[in-house]
């Protein structure tokens, strides 16, 4: 079966960074323009970041955009989101997932039909 799991957060202060990480398994990652979304509580689940199979075309969010950076490794069906310049408005659990089919790129979280668990990412001094 499909499976995603996140690690590698933490709690970290304003201006700090902190990457996390995704492994994926039961699929072809390399096919599969995986996504990021978290949710804070008593928030409804936003996107972050996506990117397309290939590492080429990253899409993020507003709130992020120029402080986060997505990435992938296929070798390693593994993908990445590093998060600089951290602010207590980035407090959320961190979500990865998987959309309903390959080569397909959405920011809705209806899009996606496999998820991760998530890995707390908290900001604060």
């Known amino acids: 079966q499909v499976q995603l799991v996140e690690s590698g957060g933490g709690m970290v202060k304003p201006g700090d960074s902190l990457t996390i990480s995704c492994v994926v398994s039961?699929?072809?990652?390399?096919?599969?323009?995986i996504g990021w979304f978290r949710q804070a509580p008593g928030k409804e689940r936003e996107f972050v970041a996506t990117?397309?199979?290939?590492?080429?075309?990253?899409y993020y969010a507003d709130s992020v955009k120029g402080r986060f950076t997505i990435s992938r490794d296929n070798t390693k069906n593994t993908l990445y989101l590093q998060m600089d310049a951290l602010k207590p408005e980035d407090t959320a659990v961190y979500l990865c997932?998987?959309?309903?089919?390959?080569?397909?790129?959405?920011?809705?979280?209806?899009?996606?039909?496999?998820w991760g668990q998530g890995t707390q990412v908290t900001v604060s001094s």
């Open positions: 997932a998987a959309p309903n089919r390959p080569f397909y790129t959405n920011t809705v979280p209806s899009a996606y039909n496999h």
């Open positions: 039961g699929l072809r990652f390399s096919e599969y323009h």
């Open positions: 990117l397309t199979w290939n590492g080429r075309t990253p």
